[in-house]
């Protein structure tokens, strides 16, 4: 088989998991393009789910060669440690040995981590929902300290703070749990949610604390500088951060590492380069998407389809991503090719919605 392009995707979550299987069904029949998937972990990571696991709930065991099998993507589990953009290289550290990939398209999507670099402790102390390994780690060292009753805080009042405080109250209800950030828990969604979430935390006995978290010791939590709150496990959920491997490779970025991409989602310095998910700054009209799986597939999915519209000889189109109005709780998240930016009012329900390119990637399936 004569392979005349060859796409890298480094990163396999949600983002670099519909990219690649989507583009290896856009490209059927093409023997010329093949298609490399890179990622550390043998195993698809449902980062959403993370939270269950470390309350002591099994996952589905979802590897990533399985997902795979029959696509015609190549699994390389390894890291990426180096991105040549002259010479359209990529450095892998795959056990233990150096693997270079030459690439004639290359997607970025690398995710993000939780950045516990910006209040002192956290990095030493505080436990992170960034790996199944991670998230093992906690589920251990909950039921140490749920024999005693010990204590619970988790740092962050976004949604990943809220469904982990809630989880972990509602599996270990002889913990004491609290929840610490700055203004109401899950502000971002609408009123009745919002009350949702008040009514389910009274019910559980989650202890919410409006403050920002100036210091995280081995058993405590330092509150607004002054106030220690005692703290058996302490959970961080706030902020996140990127891999600096694309500032490093001269890569167009953000000061934050951030890829910068045009409306195509193709870098802005490098047009044989695509970011998606969370480790891509993307624009829309309304302004910049925030990074979760719910914008990750999408956008992993309309690379794809730019990819394969440029290899048929087409112009790749805009990226278009919004949110569409749900009044019926129990209604399926569905696909929009006409939403037009977040407009859900308060006590609606919203899922995501983006033009032809938003389908379900194959993990969907454990969700």
Not at 170 to 187: D, F, K, Q
Not at 205 to 230: I, M, N, Q, Y
Not at 257 to 266: A, I, K, N, Y
């Amino acid at each position: 088989m004569s392979i005349n392009h060859h796409v890298v995707v480094l990163g396999g979550g949600y983002a670099g998991m519909m990219s690649s299987v989507r583009l290896a069904r856009r490209m059927r029949g093409r023997q010329d393009v093949h298609i490399t998937l890179i990622d550390p972990s043998p195993r698809f990571t449902e980062r959403l789910r993370l939270h269950q696991l470390a309350a002591g709930h099994e996952l589905g065991d979802f590897r990533m060669a399985d997902l795979l099998a029959g696509t015609g993507v190549e699994f390389v589990c390894g890291t990426a440690t180096a991105i040549d953009i002259e010479t359209r290289q990529v450095a892998v550290e795959t056990l233990g040995r150096r693997r270079v990939l030459n690439y004639d398209t290359l997607v970025y999507t690398l995710g993000s981590i939780t950045d516990t670099s910006t209040v002192p402790g956290a990095e030493e102390h505080a436990y992170t929902l960034d790996s199944v390994q991670q998230a093992e780690r906690i589920a251990r060292r909950l039921a140490e300290i749920a024999a005693v009753g010990g204590t619970v805080t988790v740092c962050g009042a976004g949604l990943t703070g809220v469904e982990t405080a809630a989880e972990i109250a509602e599996a270990y209800p002889g913990l004491r749990v609290s929840l610490i950030g700055r203004g109401e828990p899950a502000a971002v969604m609408g009123s009745r949610a919002r009350a949702h979430v008040r009514e389910s935390f009274d019910r559980l006995g989650v202890r919410v604390r409006d403050g920002v978290v100036s210091k995280v010791l081995p058993d405590a939590v330092e509150l607004d500088g002054t106030e220690l709150l005692a703290s058996d496990i302490t959970l961080w959920t706030a902020g996140m951060r990127v891999s600096n491997l694309a500032a490093e490779s001269g890569i167009g970025t953000e000061t934050s590492g951030f890829v910068v991409t045009d409306p195509t989602l193709r870098s802005r310095t490098n047009p044989d380069i695509y970011a998606a998910g969370d480790a891509a700054a993307i624009r829309q009209p309304w302004g910049r998407l925030h990074g979760t799986c719910q914008s990750a597939g999408p956008s992993g999915a309309h690379v794809a389809d730019s990819i394969a519209r440029q290899l048929n000889g087409h112009e790749p189109k805009p990226f278009r991503f919004g949110y569409f109005l749900n009044r019926s709780a129990s209604a399926a998240a569905t696909a929009s090719p006409n939403s037009s930016g977040p407009t859900t009012p308060r006590g609606a329900s919203h899922s995501p919605a983006s033009g032809p390119s938003a389908t379900r990637s194959p993990s969907a399936a454990g969700h």
